[in-house]
């Protein structure tokens, strides 16, 4: 269990190691080393499934080509002690003419000579592997029904070829055509030729050619069966190819995928971050630096403009506030003078709404505790002001005054001072000067 936990230990460090010796390369760098790497297992795959195909498929027409070579030696040695035991039987009629007696021996000599260098070729290539030429299976189809071992055979017949050659040799020369002249020397000869045609020698001899046709028979099944394996290594081979091709392109995948996610996912934290903060506000999150690529720089300096703009929004927020404070206090003393100001104050907008009014203006119309913010001046005030406010409308431009009573048979001076649009600049920087917004009446007793 303890040999177990290390190993997980020990892989899950080459692991982290991995990734950060891979998060410590620029951009370029791992989209190179992606394309390296997936282009390499890529080749390696293939030349791996090739070269075991190959393997597979020369072994199997290897085979092939030494059973073809097997059974033409056997073919050319079966040819040779047929054609000897055929020529020697000519001999036995040919007694009586020298000249095609001689004629047919010289056959006899060069197939003599054939199956000495054949058999010398057998030993040479097939018996140094001594392995049966049929198996259980291709004994139950041989004709036969006979299973011979091409090393027993070489065994049991060696000797027996240049045994009968020898002894022909020697039967030939003792006959010797050219000396019989006597029809009783030629049947004499035809006797002995024919006792050495039925000898168990020849016999054995014979025994060459039935049990080379058992050895050939088998081993051109074996061969039929090495074309099928030749075949199939082929088939194989395609297979490994495709497979090995299928298995490369896999890893290949998964190699760049891998890349992709490190080079993506660290831009990925990043993109999250950037919208965290512009949906929530929430100055206080960071991305995490995972990488010392330019996606790592790209990230500490998203962090330090989180960090900018958090200290910039603070400090606006806390000059809002400040200059909020300060509106405040001076609005607070404006209307304290406002309100205690002896000469009465009213504002109004151009739609004939009260926006101001203050103590003294309230008192000098006898509507003393009433609020009149909102209402119009037509449902507050009498003919005294609504001519004023309907002047103001006709002439939106003009600064004028006038006359008008007020509490207790009193008279006062009222001044009417429009405000026009040129004290508001708009969104294009230019003020519009024909626009009135409203007008500020002043009255003051005289």
């Known amino acids: 269990m303890t040999y177990l936990t290390t190993n997980v230990s020990s892989d899950k460090n080459k692991v982290s190691h991995t990734r950060q010796w891979l998060n410590q390369l620029k951009v370029g760098e791992k989209i190179s080393l992606g394309y390296a790497l997936s282009v390499g297992v890529a080749i390696v795959g293939t030349a791996t499934g090739i070269l075991i195909g190959n ?4 072994s199997a027409l290897e085979e092939q080509a030494q059973i073809q070579t097997e059974v033409e030696l056997l073919s050319k040695l079966q040819a040779g002690v047929l054609q000897s035991r055929t020529h020697q039987q000519q001999l036995i009629p040919l007694s009586a003419f020298p000249e095609d007696f001689q004629d047919e021996y010289s056959h006899i000599l060069k197939h003599a000579e054939t199956i000495e260098n054949v058999w010398n070729d057998i030993e040479k290539k097939l018996v140094v592997e001594e392995k049966p030429i049929v198996d259980e299976g291709s ?3 041989d004709p036969t029904d006979t299973v011979i071992d091409l090393s027993s055979f070489l065994e049991t017949y060696d000797g027996v070829a240049t045994q009968f050659l020898t002894e022909l040799d020697v039967l030939v020369t003792e006959v010797d055509p050219e000396n019989l002249y006597l029809s009783g020397e030629v049947e004499q000869a035809q006797k002995q030729l024919l006792t050495f045609t039925n000898s168990d020698l020849a016999i054995t001899f ?35 190819i495709l497979l090995s091709m299928g298995i490369s392109l896999a890893l290949a ?13 660290p831009l990925k934290s990043v993109e999250e971050t950037a919208t965290k903060v512009v949906q929530s506000e929430d100055f206080s999150l960071r991305a995490d630096v995972v990488s010392s690529d330019e996606i790592g720089g790209l990230t500490i300096a998203l ?16 000059a809002r506030d400040s200059l909020e404070a300060k509106v405040n206090e001076r609005t607070q003393e404006l209307n304290a003078i406002i309100d205690k100001l002896g000469n009465g104050l009213l504002v109004f907008s151009t739609e004939g709404k009260i926006v101001r009014a203050n ?29 004023i406010y309907r002047q103001t409308q006709a002439h939106k431009t003009a600064s004028w005054k006038t006359e008008i009573p007020i ?26 000067h024909s626009k009135l917004i409203g007008t500020v009446v002043l009255i003051r007793d005289i």
């Open 55 to 58: 393997h597979y498929q020369d």
């Open 139 to 141: 004994a139950a189809s």
């Open 206 to 240: 014979d025994g060459i050619s039935d049990d080379l046709s058992t050895l050939i028979a088998t081993s051109r099944l074996e061969y039929n069966k090495a074309v099928i394996k030749a075949a199939a290594a082929h088939t194989l081979r395609n297979r490994l």
């Open 253 to 265: 995948v998964l190699l760049a995928l891998s890349i992709s996610r490190a080079i993506n996912g």
């Open 303 to 318: 962090n330090q403009l989180i960090e900018w703009v958090s200290n910039r929004t603070q400090a606006l927020e806390e």
């Open 359 to 387: 103590p003294t203006l309230k008192q000098f119309f006898e509507l003393s505790g009433q609020n009149l913010a909102g209402q119009t001046v037509d449902a507050v005030f009498d003919e005294r002001i609504t001519q």
């Open 407 to 432: 509490e207790d048979d009193r008279i006062g001076q009222a001044t009417m001072s429009p405000i026009l649009a040129n004290d508001i600049v708009s969104e294009s920087d230019q003020p519009d």
